[in-house]
């Protein structure tokens, strides 16, 4: 069973940056998709950005412009770099990883970050 460890997480100001890593235990084809998805208090979870082995990509409308997402596939590694960043990032946020059938699919979790963003 494939594990996924985040780190990164914290507290910073309205317009500062944090920068959020998930390492898997492993690769494997059940890897083969990996991302960022957030739940901030009272709200469902949503997907924050996306990448695959390839390299292939994909934004949240809000992440767009701030947020970058990049691998490492030699050390199995995530990163996340989110800049600007708002109050309304405030959330708990979750690494995943997934195969990819078609489209990816997230059946991999991680515990969780906290990010806290105060103004």
């Known amino acids: 069973q494939v594990q996924l460890v985040e780190s990164g997480g914290g507290s910073v100001q309205a317009g500062g940056s944090l920068r959020l890593s998930c390492a898997a235990s492993e690769y494997s084809f059940s890897v083969y998709c990996m991302g960022w998805f957030r739940r901030a208090p009272g709200k469902e979870r949503e997907g924050v950005a996306t990448?695959?082995?390839?390299?292939?990509?994909t934004y949240a409308d809000s992440a767009k412009g701030r947020f970058t997402i990049s691998q490492d596939n030699a050390k199995n590694i995530v990163s996340l770099q989110m800049n600007s960043l708002k109050p309304e990032d405030t959330a708990m946020y979750y690494c995943?990883?997934?195969?990819?059938?078609?489209?990816?699919?997230?059946?991999?979790w991680g515990q969780g970050t906290q990010v806290t963003v105060s103004s």
């Open positions: 995943a990883a997934g195969p990819r059938y078609g489209g990816c699919s997230y059946n991999v």
């Open positions: 990448i695959d082995r390839a390299g292939r990509t």
